[in-house]
């Protein structure tokens, strides 16, 4: 089997797609493994936001001390947040995602670019576009989960739910306080989304090739197994590349988006304290949690994809499909991510 159509197994023509089934199956997916997955982003939060005073410095002290004085419930601070921003957010990226992604491969076959890099670029043309799209919803849903995963941490204000840091926010800001970070954002999940998309895609075309699956290669199909470990490594490469690269973004971001309006700084001034205090080291606290987040995403989206193509045949295309873009929203949700 050619590389070519072995990195393409899982482009599904969107135009024909059933997009009921598509989202309704994505949706308990996206669910069911945000549930797994949402303390990474609680703990990768209240890392980014911990000052030169506070105990709690790693991955470790910080589960200790919200077990401690929250219990589990702690660890989904924001999460019903999450969740409800999620349906339309996810409809606009993946909607944006698929259909930018056909147009790209379609502009980019006059170049006679290499497998790899065809994938690489109309990937992350795709993945960054989509990301463009959905940041007017996603960064409101964004700075109110976030309150929500730092209150009380680290001298933060308390909160009685989203709606009250709704309120708050409105009062004391107006609507423009749940666009703070705005621009970083964008400069974080757009960069990070191409990124991600670009490795995941020529990374897998890579490995086939590594594994004697050329381009002018015509052989027995590999097996299951082995198609998921190739598809499980993409992703894991995908998170470490995307998260190397764009968490010192997100630690300012997250930093602007969490303080109260009596703390209020300027970016340059977060990017002063962060130097002072720790060093350039300071711009990758939470740095690991991400990391696992965004890779774990990936793993544990084909795992279910291998369970759900076997136990629901006739849903092969839908689950597919799902899968693929539900492990960059899952990334981008922090969770972010990445």
Known sequence: MAASSLGQTTEINWDKLDKTKFYVVGAGIFTGVTVGLYPMSVIKTRLQVATKDTVEKSASSVIRGILKTDGVPGLYRGFGTVITGAIPTRIIFLTALETTKAAAFKMLEPFKFSEPSQAALANGIAGMSASLCSQAVFVPIDVISQKLMVQGYSGHE????GLDVARKII???GIRGFYRGFGLSVMTYSPSSAVWWASYGSSQRII?????????HEG?????STIMLVQATGGIIAGATASSI?????TIKTRLQVMSLERRSSASQVVKSLIKDDGWTGFYRGLGPRFFSMSAW????ILAYEYL?????WF?????ITVKVTVMTGMAYGLHNA
């Open 220 to 224: 027995a199909a590999p097996s299951e």
């Open 171 to 173: 009062r004391t800001d």
């Open 316 to 320: 092969h295309d839908v689950i597919t």
């Open 208 to 216: 086939w090739r590594l594994l004697g699956q050329g381009t002018d």
């Open 158 to 161: 308390k909160y009685n739910g």
């Open 298 to 301: 990936g793993t544990t989206m």
């Open 309 to 313: 193509s076997i136990v629901f045949d």
């Open 246 to 250: 764009t968490t010192p973004l997100d």
